[in-house]
């Protein structure tokens, strides 16, 4: 069961909309004290007036130390939530390749570098990963982000394995698609892939809530995906070829 949420310290990332919006709610909801980070200042200040949290907008990678301040002193819990939802094939620019990754992995590897000594000398602290269903499985049509998104779900991996004997709690959400501006993006492969069983962002966050409290590293706010990662696992050539006959169906319509 996990502890109260009654006045800790939460920090969520990309939380001017979306899932980290939603995430932000819930957990000033619950009686946390949450700082609202988003590269949108004027969408980051909106969540926090609304919710009674302060609002430390800027670059997700470098907001510690100042969401440290503005909670007194203390992290309890970080949502890793802001990410990119690049497209494109191995053809994409390096740039894209390289923003990706910085983004949607080394964002998290830096949070967790200016967390982790402080919640290991006192033994509890709870990082939240904003993960995807495509980190399990793929994404036809969006490269950088289907192996972005792989990586930063194998490092939330090896932090859960490598410290949760210290008092670190450690979640991976992994939902397909939500209804938010990052599906809307994602075009004819969405709309092919995702948006028939999209969700809302609150549904995400009582998927996360619900998993805090049975003490779950993945979260799935589809539970279908896990059926799919056990195919992906058992028989990967079966499950290519399902996902081959989607990337050809794709291939197909007028995009």
Known sequence: MVETLQDKGVVVTGAGGGIGAALARRFAAAGARVVVNDLDAAKAKAVADEIGAVSVPGDASLI??????ALSGTVDVYCANAGLGSGGSEAAPEEVWATAWDVNVMAHVRAAHALLPE????????????????????????????????????????????????????????????????????GTAGDLVLTPTAIEPSDVADALFAGMEEGRFLILPHPEVAEYYRIRAAEPDKWLTGMNHIQQKWEATDR
């Open 119 to 186: 919640w290991l000398e006192r033994g509890s602290g709870r990082f939240v990963s904003t993960v995807s269903a495509a980190g399990l499985l793929t994404m036809i049509g969006a490269a950088p982000y289907s192996v972005t998104k792989h990586g930063a779900y194998a490092f939330a991996e090896w932090l859960s394995l490598t410290y949760r004997h210290r008092g670190i709690d450690v979640h991976a959400i992994c939902p397909q698609g939500v209804r938010t501006d990052m599906l809307a993006a994602t």
């Open 64 to 69: 510690v130390p100042e969401a440290r301040e």
